[in-house]
Structure formats: structure tokens, C-alpha cells
């Protein structure tokens, strides 16, 4: 009787532990609920939709006003959030939007008063100043894989115009596409973010 229990006991611990193994060694999955959240054409604040090409009243209406307006560039601030929304001259209509991670080499002086330091996910890359171009590649190419969606084509992030500007463009079923481009730190092999910039076809062709 005694070694009945004591068989029933280890078989338990085993059993236990097979568990417990199963639940360090698996994949957390993507929490959409994340601050912001990109995912092929869409952008989603806390769940809610994120305008890319809309008005900059949607996204008041979304963040609440912002902090500063500065004429010079036709740029609006959250500066908590480390956000930067600028418009086409003289106009409500969104030109691109920014989140600042860091400072980059560029001549810009005007910034938020604070840096992103929310959580940022792109197509299933957690991105913060930590975050390499080579790692999100990676990431990216997995999760979109993984979504087995026809519409679906990984778009590797790449040097643009210049070494310190990467970045991808994504044609939407709709018929537009948008540009998503990374500003790196420093000329070095660590390939860290300084700002991510959203800019869709509609938007002004003003460089970031």
C-alpha cells in the first residue's frame, strides 16, 4: 500500500513537471492591446484605430489635445508619448507621423520634451533603442509567416536614400501603400533607432 502511494506520488511530481516545462518553453503570444500596435497597413492605439492619412483632429480625438504646435514644419506634439505629427502646409490633413526613440545625427532641432518609451510593435517586433534592424527583419519575416494570410508578403526592411534611412513599403488592398522608415543612431554596426516615420501615398513628399 505504501509503495502504491509513493508510485502515485512521483507519477504526480512527473506529471507536474512536464507541465511546468510546457509553460517556460512556450511562445508568448502578441498582445494586440500593446500601446501601439502595426500590422500591415494598420495602426492601432491601445485597440483603437490610429489614423495614418486622416485628419489631425482624429488624432486629437484619439491622444486628447496636444502639448505644442510649432509652425515651422506644421508640427504637433504629445510630448509624453514622444510623438510627433506634422501636416501638409497650411492644412488638417496628416503628413506623416513620428515617434522619436532617441537623437539622431540630423541637423532637427525641434523635438518632443521626452522620448518613446512606450511599447511599439511592428508586425510582431517589439521595438524600443535597444532594438536592432537585423532582429526586427527577423522577427517580422516569422510573425508574417506565421499569419498565413495570402495578402501577407514580408517587406525586409533596406537602406534607402542614405545609411542612417531604412526602410519598407506596403502596397493595402486598397490600392495604397505606405512607407515606414527607420532613422538609425549612429554609422555603426548596432543599427539602433533614433525614430520611426509613417508617411502613406497621399501624404507630402517631405523628408524626415
Known amino acids: 500500500m505504501i509503495a502504491y502511494r509513493a508510485l502515485c506520488i512521483l507519477v504526480l511530481i512527473f506529471i507536474i513537471s512536464g507541465c511546468e516545462k510546457k509553460e517556460l518553453t512556450e511562445k508568448k503570444p502578441i498582445v494586440k492591446s500593446r500601446d501601439f500596435f502595426i500590422e500591415k497597413c494598420n495602426i492601432k492605439y491601445k485597440e483603437r484605430n490610429f489614423p495614418i492619412n486622416g485628419k489631425i483632429q482624429e488624432i486629437t480625438a484619439l491622444l ?15 510630448d509624453d508619448l514622444g510623438l510627433q505629427v506634422s501636416t501638409l502646409p497650411n492644412s488638417d490633413s496628416i503628413a506623416e507621423i513620428k515617434w522619436w526613440l532617441d537623437e539622431t545625427n540630423n541637423s532637427e532641432q ?77 554609422k555603426d554596426n548596432s543599427q539602433k533607432i533614433g525614430s520611426i516615420t509613417i508617411m502613406s501615398d497621399t501624404n507630402s513628399t517631405q523628408q524626415q
Open 64 to 78: 486628447g489635445p496636444q502639448d505644442r504646435f510649432v509652425e515651422q514644419g506644421f508640427k504637433y506634439f504629445w
Open 110 to 186: 525641434i523635438l518632443p520634451k521626452s522620448f518613446f518609451n512606450k511599447e511599439f510593435i511592428l508586425e510582431g517586433a517589439l521595438i524600443n533603442t535597444n532594438t536592432n534592424i537585423r532582429t526586427i527583419n527577423e522577427t517580422r519575416r516569422a510573425y508574417l509567416e506565421s499569419l498565413k494570410e495570402p495578402d501577407t508578403e514580408e517587406r525586409p526592411i533596406v537602406e534607402t536614400w542614405s545609411w542612417d534611412r531604412l526602410g519598407y513599403e506596403r502596397f493595402c488592398q486598397n490600392g495604397k501603400h505606405i512607407r515606414v522608415i527607420f532613422r538609425l543612431i549612429e
